[in-house]
């Protein structure tokens, strides 16, 4: 994914040099991001890079959309997110903390996937007050109510309805 990489030689030689950046990329080339899949919408990156002592520090937003399938009733959703980074690139990264700073170049692809995997969520919904699906019958309660009993047993009384006594 070469669109997302930056060459940074400017702030190298500059100490505390800034520079706001703007990139868009195909998201697809992402794939999928835990159990939702970015949409083909560009994913687009604005971002300020800027000359630490350590490397070059990049803050600013993830912009993009995803589908994923409601973990309710499993309804296709779209949804946009917008998602704050700020990573640490240095020529000695720290292994899970830190990028690596290559050459006069940062690689911004796997800061990208790792802030995006970690703001989507678990189990999206396609709406708060999502119905689901009844277990008992198997219907879309968002469409038709059911009339199922769904509310699950006590299980101290297990014992008691293994229980089979001859009268």
């Known amino acids: 994914m070469n669109a997302l990489r930056c060459n940074v030689a400017d702030l190298l030689h500059h ?10 990329t195909d998201s697809a080339e992402l794939g999928e ?7 083909e919408a560009p994913l687009v990156l604005d971002v300020v890079l ?3 002592p350590d490397g070059v520090v990049v803050h600013g937003t993830v912009h993009g959309v995803f589908t994923a399938q409601c973990s309710r009733c499993l309804r296709p959703l779209t949804r946009t997110f ?6 640490l690139f240095e020529p000695d990264p720290l292994d899970g903390q830190t990028y690596p700073l290559e050459g006069e170049e ?21 709406r708060e007050d999502c119905a689901g699906i009844c ?8 469409d038709k109510p059911c009339d199922c009993d769904d509310t699950p047993p006590d ?5 008691l309805r293994e229980l089979h006594l001859d009268d």
């Open 135 to 142: 277990p008992v019958c198997g219907s879309d309660r968002n």
């Open 50 to 52: 800027e000359r630490v």
């Open 33 to 39: 991001v835990g159990g939702s899949r970015l949409a």
């Open 82 to 87: 917008d998602t704050a980074v700020r990573e």
């Open 106 to 126: 940062i690689d911004l692809e796997l800061p990208v996937r790792d802030t995006v995997l970690l703001d989507l969520p678990i189990a999206p919904l396609c």
């Open 15 to 24: 100490p505390a040099a800034r520079r706001p950046v703007h990139l868009e």
């Open 155 to 159: 299980p101290r009384w297990d014992a």
